[in-house]
């Protein structure tokens, strides 16, 4: 994906504020987490660097993000939808924990 894509689906501030006040996780264990650098995570939050997409599918995995807010950013680009499903589905397999969809279900479906 491009950096355009990306910057629709990343807002460091708001993923920062999550990270440390919903979450309360250092910079450093959403790093070993994503596999990069507590550095780099702070980096992403401030603007210096851009996160791959890939990277943006993981930390909002691990800050609780449901892939569906995601999704809705990108509904309109087929393209960009699509990969981003695909890079979910990638994070899956990876680490076998299932896809927060945003979606609890009742027991009842």
């Known amino acids: 994906m491009d950096k355009d894509i990306v910057s629709r689906l990343y807002n460091g501030a708001e993923f920062r504020y999550r990270r440390v006040n919903v979450v309360k996780m250092s910079a450093e264990a959403l790093g070993l987490k994503v596999g990069v650098t507590a550095n780099s995570i702070t980096r992403y939050e401030t603007g210096v660097r851009t996160p791959t997409a890939y990277e943006v599918v993981v930390m909002a995995h691990t800050l609780g ?45």
């Open 65 to 109: 993000i449901p892939i569906t807010d995601l999704t809705e950013k990108v509904a309109r680009d087929p393209r960009a939808f699509l990969a981003l499903l695909n890079l979910e589905k990638l994070r899956f397999v990876r680490d076998g924990e299932a896809p927060i969809t945003g979606y609890e279900s009742d027991g009842t479906d």
